[in-house]
């Protein structure tokens, strides 16, 4: 039985995802729900395996259909992985104690500006060119590789955001940027935690099936209803990781 809801959770977890991120504020507490005596690094090396094939698909959907700047987006791509192997590493050396308890007030931040500002990712108008905007792109690329490895609630988020307000991507685009990081990300990751043991490879590919079909569904959404669709998921999830985020900092 407990494999059959975990399933259910990793599928609407890559509904999720596909679409603005935070599939993990589904899967991560499932996971620790149904498996409590499991070691916490583990349930989150399985999370890593059961999403990052979700998030792959949904890259590749959102690459036949939406128009990105390779330029930027392979050098970006590539911070991110390094960094989020950094940041993985990291993690098993120094909890991320203080991060927890910052990140709501963060996240509420970014949901207070994207619902003041009503024209917020609505239109494409890309501010950089060049050089200009690859440099910025792997900086972002670093930073939020960093925190994904070290922590990760909310990544694909962050991606979105940054994208949206630094480099003027309308949603639909910034999502499609986000999940090619995201896959760079859960990469990095899950090679750490595979090498070090801990990942369950057999639920973590069962999810992983699951968690496809709900990529496939979020992504055909997406693209199908566009940025205004987006931008609603955006706001939803980003409000539903601030009340989970606030609790596991101060009530957990």
């Not at 911070?79 to 991060?99: C, D, E, K, R």
């Not at 950089?128 to 910025?136: C, H, I, L, P, R």
Request: some cysteine; overall charge positive; glycine content about 12%.
């Amino acid at each position: 039985m407990d494999i059959v809801l975990l399933g259910f959770a990793a599928f609407f977890a890559g509904f999720v995802d596909s679409i603005v991120g935070g599939g993990g504020l589904v899967q991560v507490p499932a996971l620790f729900s149904f498996l409590p005596g499991t070691a916490p690094a583990t349930l989150l090396g399985t999370n890593k395996m059961a999403g990052i094939w979700g998030t792959t698909v949904a890259a590749a959907r959102y690459m036949r259909t939406v128009s990105l700047r390779w330029s930027m987006v392979v050098p970006a791509a590539m911070m991110a992985f390094v960094f989020s192997f950094a940041g993985a590493f990291l993690v098993t050396h120094i909890p991320p104690t203080y991060l927890r308890k910052a990140l709501p007030f963060i996240l509420l931040a970014v949901a207070i500006y994207t619902f003041k500002k009503k024209e917020f990712g609505a239109d494409n108008k890309p501010v950089f060119v060049g050089s200009k905007e690859t440099y910025m792109a792997m900086l972002i690329g670093a930073g939020i590789g960093f925190y994904d490895g070290f922590f990760g609630p909310g990544t694909g988020s962050f991606f979105m955001f940054l994208f949206v307000r630094i480099f003027g991507y309308d949603f639909l685009r910034a999502s499609a940027a986000a999940k090619v990081l995201n896959v760079a990300c859960n990469t990095a990751a899950l090679i750490w935690f595979g090498y070090s043991g801990h990942v369950l490879w057999m639920l973590g590919l069962t999810m992983a099936v699951c968690g496809v079909g709900g990529s496939i569904l979020g992504s055909h959404l997406a693209i199908k209803h566009g940025t205004s669709f987006v931008r609603r998921m955006f706001l939803g999830v980003v409000m539903a990781l601030i009340c989970k985020t606030s609790y596991d900092g101060f009530l957990k």
